[in-house]
């Protein structure tokens, strides 16, 4: 694999440093997923998260998180690394419209913080991976229900 230098590790796995906030820095990594996924909307870059982006991102997290562990944090789920809220949130948008954003931003966050069985049970997996899993599930659980919700309303 491709020698990645700490400094990029840290920039990536702390979502532009968002996850750096003394404050909520959860919510401040969710929050940058928004505004990226508002951006990419936006200028026609995406019409949404499909496959490919949805699975390139959790890829790309799993890594990042799992460098982010072993070189720079030395803990199991450091509270500066986000890039797997941004992954969960991208997962909470899957096939999603823009007008999603806002709801998706809610409801994940409320999944991602009290974490209601089965998500925390995901916590368990080791390395990058438990650190991602979790915010899978909320975003998969998230992205589920808006899909209900579109479907009835």
Same mark, same amino acid.
């Given at each position: 694999?491709?020698?990645?230098? %700490? *400094?990029?590790?840290? =920039?990536?796995?702390?979502?532009? !440093?968002?996850?750096? *906030?003394?404050?909520?820095?959860?919510?401040?990594?969710?929050?940058?997923g928004?505004?990226? +996924? !508002?951006?990419?909307f936006?200028? %026609?870059?995406?019409?949404?998260?499909?496959?490919?982006?949805?699975?390139?991102?959790?890829?790309? *997290?799993?890594? /990042?998180?799992?460098?982010?562990? #072993?070189?720079?944090?030395? #803990?199991?789920?450091?509270?500066?690394?986000? /890039?797997?809220?941004?992954?969960? !949130?991208?997962?909470?948008? !899957?096939?999603?419209? &823009? %007008?999603?954003?806002?709801?998706? =931003?809610?409801? =994940?966050? /409320?999944?991602?913080?009290?974490?209601?069985?089965?998500?925390?049970?995901?916590?368990?997996?080791?390395g990058?991976?438990?650190?991602?899993?979790?915010?899978?599930?909320?975003? @998969? &659980?998230? @992205?589920?229900?808006?899909? =209900? /919700? +579109?479907?009835?309303?």
């Amino acid at each position: 694999m491709m020698k990645i230098k %700490n *400094s990029w590790i840290k =920039f990536l796995a702390t979502g532009f !440093y968002s996850g750096l *906030s003394p404050v909520a820095p959860g919510t401040a990594g969710t929050l940058l997923g928004v505004v990226l +996924l !508002y951006l990419s909307f936006k200028i %026609n870059l995406i019409s949404q998260v499909d496959f490919p982006l949805a699975f390139l991102v959790v890829l790309s *997290s799993v890594i /990042i998180a799992q460098l982010a562990q #072993e070189r720079i944090y030395q #803990e199991k789920d450091a509270s500066e690394i986000v /890039i797997d809220e941004l992954a969960g !949130y991208c997962l909470a948008m !899957y096939l999603l419209p &823009i %007008n999603m954003l806002i709801p998706a =931003f809610v409801l =994940f966050r /409320i999944f991602d913080i009290l974490k209601p069985q089965p998500i925390d049970k995901l916590e368990q997996f080791r390395g990058g991976l438990g650190v991602v899993m979790d915010d899978l599930g909320a975003g @998969a &659980i998230t @992205a589920v229900l808006l899909h =209900f /919700i +579109l479907l009835f309303v």
